[in-house]
């Protein structure tokens, strides 16, 4: 796997570039949804990425990790297609997607993480084992190992689609508002952990609605309706300006410095 720049501070970034995205361009039924987005995302931040409903922000990450296809543009991870960069990534869909009933307790759904690195003919041991454990005791759900997960509370099924991101040991981790429908006590806890991974030097990039959490929690932001509107160091670009131009409304946020 990649390592990443031990040296570099996080929130200036080293330059080197995990993402980079040229001319891209989705499209539903023949109405775009991304219109030529170009963007870069440095390694080893903490993005988020906001806009309104309908702006294309899951869109986008599904087009990076090739679950759809642009009709226009390309993605690279670190400099190659994303189908040959697998092992880097790691992704935690919206929690709506999933079929939560499906019959498979908690730490089978973390092992699941664990088949990328095995391949489809090795079954998982007591390595992926012990890691899916370990990664259930950093969510804080190792006491609900054997749970049905149709048995867990919303916020409890999020922690444990994270701990199958966490037993990756991905270099990037894509996120797909990973705090939609939890408790305060989760969303803290999320953070918390997505923090952790970033001073680990790992690159975190998440779907994000609520915009007054944005510059407590994340260290880099791009603006996202349809297009590009902005990117980079949330002091910098965060602000009303950017605000308004992505949503449409003047847009007063009190950033605290």
Not at 137 to 142: D, F, I, R, S
Not at 158 to 166: E, K
Request: proline content about 5%; hydrophobic content about 40%.
């Amino acid at each position: 796997m990649k390592q990443p720049n031990e040296n570099k501070n996080t929130t200036d970034p080293s330059g080197v570039m995990v993402v980079q995205i040229d001319d891209l361009t989705v499209a539903y039924n023949y109405k775009p949804v991304l219109w030529d987005i170009d963007l870069e995302i440095p390694e080893g931040v903490l993005m988020a990425i906001v806009g309104p409903n309908g702006a294309g922000k899951s869109t986008l990450i599904k087009a990076i990790l090739g679950i759809l296809k642009p009709i226009a543009g390309s993605v690279s991870i670190y400099g190659k297609p994303y189908n040959k960069q697998r092992d880097l990534v790691a992704y935690v869909p919206q929690k709506g997607s999933v079929d939560w009933d499906f019959p498979t307790t908690a730490l089978d759904v973390v092992m699941m993480g664990t088949y990328g690195s095995l391949g489809w003919i090795k079954r998982p041991g007591q390595k992926e084992k012990k890691a899916s454990l370990e990664a259930l005791e950093q969510v804080g759900m190792l006491a609900f190992k054997n749970r049905q997960i149709s048995q867990l509370s919303g916020g409890q099924q999020q922690r444990i689609f994270l701990a199958r991101a966490l037993v990756q040991d991905a270099s990037i981790y894509f996120m797909d508002e990973p705090f939609q429908g939890v408790d305060a006590t989760t969303e803290i806890a999320i953070i918390n952990i997505l923090k952790a991974l970033r001073k680990a030097n790992k690159t975190v990039i998440v779907v994000h609605h609520d915009l007054q959490t944005v510059p407590e929690y994340f260290d880099w932001v791009t603006f996202l309706n349809v297009k590009k509107i902005a990117t980079g160091p949330v002091k910098d670009i965060f602000n009303d300006d950017n605000l308004t131009k992505t949503y449409g409304i003047n847009y007063k946020v009190s950033i605290q410095k």
